[in-house]
């Protein structure tokens, strides 16, 4: 080989080795950017995280009251004495405040993994305070006229007509149109999970239909019409106690006992509102009522259901914003016991950020109370406005506490009312009352006939 060919190789080599250098260098480049592009441009997501209310005495009913009962100042009851105190008088004496711990041992996600609804922040953490004296108003207000409770989601039907147009005669549209088709039947299906029926009611429902359609030989639109309001009604589950246990009952040793009712569900949902129209209802068929504002997380909380309860001459316990809202559960019960009344309403915080949170929150306030009567009622208030959001709510707070009952809120702002039928099959819990608006009379017993009546007329 000439010494000319030598030099050509070694150039070529060179400039070969020194190619694959540059590219070597460049590739390394784009990967380390193409690995940290994706953590700048990420989107910001954030976390998807008929007839009357009725009640009921859990334990054996007592036919007469045999307590000795102090009777219940009312606010702004009786013109010459002065209101009841609205809030709890001197604290017990109160134990040397240990510093809280972060309630790591109590966590159910043990693996250290923050779970779905998590925070960075323990709440329960905060400082608590205890009770502080707070002024009454100087004049209590007039007790209000309360709306008899009989007949009220006939009365309220109308109120419903968003969600009725919209399914219900969707319904009986598709339904009474003729012969029903497969892409029928596939409207049919659309309609109820647009109104929030969820996947499984909605199959159940299209089952019956299409099984009744044929072996009750419907012709007619009077025999649609009964068609669908049977298995509506059916899907709605009537058999299910719907009483709110709200009445008192003797305990274990034959005393009289008011009965507890706790109202929990996340902030915003309704719940003091609830608290109110219930203390209402209660008061309007004679009863005696005691209100606990535990949701001690916004002082004006506290203030609403204090309007509540002075508006319909119940008096309400309440502690500084703040305060460890077990500790005005069990002030709220003690002051209840102590003046024989017959139900004790607590109004609980639902801004609690942590499932663990919650779970120590609603749990301690239960098991306070229990050591002065049993809770009778958990009743949990969701938002029909929200839809599937409701229902994650609703899978959490019955992991928590033991839901005897649904209140379902604002059924008058949605066109969605198909959401009362998914989180009774959820929970397995009955729909006992329904928020049909913002006036102080608008909650009505759920009954699931006249519900349905009123989707389809
Ligand atoms: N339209 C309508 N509005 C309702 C109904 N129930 C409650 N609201 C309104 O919902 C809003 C929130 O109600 P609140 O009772 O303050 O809710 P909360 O769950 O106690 O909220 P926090 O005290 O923040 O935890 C208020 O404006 C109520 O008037 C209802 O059935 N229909």
Known sequence: MSTTSLIWIIVVVAALLAVALVTGV?????????????????????????????????????AEPTRPAEPVERTGASPAPAPAPTTAPTPAPAKPVEPVEHPVAERTEVDGQPGVGDDA?????????????????????????????????????????????????????????????????????????MADLGAAVTD???????????????????????LLRDVLVDALHPEMARAVNALPHTNGSGNLKPAVVLVVGVNGVGK?????????????????????????????????????????????????????????????VKRGVEAGVDTVLIDTAGRLHTKTGLMDELGKVKRVVEKQAAVDEVLLVLDATTGQN???????????????????????????????????????????????????DHLAPFEPTAFVDALLT
Do not use: C, H, M
């Open 272 to 332: 003091t509102t609830t608290t109110g129209k219930l203390a209402r209802v209660l008061v309007a068929d004679g009863r005696t009522v005691l209100l606990g504002a535990a949701d001690t997380f916004r002082a004006a909380a506290a203030d609403q259901l204090e309007t509540w309860g002075s508006r319909v001459g119940a008096t309400t316990v309440r502690g500084a914003e703040g305060a460890d809202p077990a500790s005005v559960a069990f002030e709220a």
């Open 204 to 226: 159940q429902i299209v089952t019956a239909l299409r099984e009744q359609i044929v072996a009750r030989g419907v012709r007619t639109a009077d025999d649609v019409r009964a």
């Open 26 to 62: 460049v590739l390394a480049r784009r990967r380390r950017i193409s690995l940290t592009e994706p953590e700048q441009d990420k989107p910001a997501k954030g976390y998807q995280a008929g007839g009357a209310i009725t009640f009921n005495a859990p334990a054996p009913p007592v």
């Open 390 to 440: 409701g229902l994650t709510q609703a899978r959490v707070f019955a992991e928590v506490v033991d839901v005897t009952g649904i209140v379902l809120t604002k059924l008058d702002g949605t066109a969605k009312g198909g959401i009362v039928f998914q989180v009774q099959r959820e929970l397995g819990v009955p729909v006992k009352l329904v928020g049909l608006g913002e006036g102080a």
């Open 121 to 193: 922040a323990v709440p329960r953490d905060s400082v608590k305070r205890g009770f502080v004296e707070v002024d009454l108003p100087e004049e209590a207000s007039e007790i209000e006229e309360i709306e008899p409770t009989a007949g009220r989601l006939e009365r309220l039907r109308g109120r419903l007509s968003r969600s009725r147009s919209t399914f219900g005669q969707s319904l009986l549209g598709l339904l009474g149109a003729g012969d029903l088709d497969e892409d029928s039947w596939t409207d049919i299906e659309d309609t109820l999970l």
